[in-house]
């Protein structure tokens, strides 16, 4: 298995749309079991195609403690959706930035399973946003989506003053290997 480089904000391949997925077959597999070891590596909860710049509609999930539950939702769609719940939310694509987002309480989906299998579910808690937070990703859509623009505005700058300092750190370890 391989770890993939995860997209940060505001890489422009996070806007992309997925594109359903025509055959599982053993390359969804891999890109599938990949993708989940990714998401352990970097401690996430879940973690949809787009993240890892492939537009293909997958996404993998696992929310138990020991790493040992995971989910492959392949076309993942929702059907119907009740109520609504405030959540704190985090993305690995936004790194270390946490904030309140508002989401259905209670979710239908539908997805394929790595065998093809079409299976229909419904969650709620914290699988229900996952759920809704990963699909987002397939469309294009990040959580910072959902915030006010004077909170999106602060947070890229923010990212972008990190991504900064750290090419500069960056640049003055290599000029001290040289010397």
């Known amino acids: 298995m391989a770890i993939l480089e995860v997209l940060h ?4 391949g996070l806007r992309k749309k997925a594109v359903s997925v ?3 077959d053993e390359s969804c597999r891999i890109l599938a079991k990949d993708m989940l070891q990714t998401m352990y ?8 195609s787009t993240q890892v710049n492939v537009q293909k509609r997958l996404v993998v999930i696992d929310l138990s403690e020991d790493k040992n539950e995971a989910i ?9 959706s009740e109520g609504t719940g405030e959540s704190q939310e985090g993305c690995l694509s936004v790194p270390e930035y946490y ?15 790595l065998e093809g ?11 229900s946003v996952c759920i809704q937070h990963e699909i987002d990703h397939l469309d ?26 750290e090419k500069q750190e960056k ?9």
């Open 72 to 80: 492959y939702l392949i076309n993942p769609e929702i059907l119907t």
């Open 140 to 165: 294009g859509k990040l959580f910072i989506d959902y915030l006010s623009p004077m909170k999106r505005r602060r947070l890229r700058k923010k990212l972008e003053k990190q991504e900064k300092q």
């Open 117 to 127: 299998k079409v299976i229909e579910s419904e969650a709620d808690g914290l699988l």
């Open 9 to 12: 904000y505001p890489d422009p």
């Open 41 to 48: 590596e970097n401690n996430g909860i879940g973690l949809a």
């Open 99 to 113: 904030d309140t987002v508002m989401r259905a309480e209670r979710i239908t989906y539908r997805y394929q399973d």
């Open 22 to 24: 025509e055959t599982v």
């Open 171 to 179: 640049q003055e370890k290599n000029q001290a290997k040289i010397l």
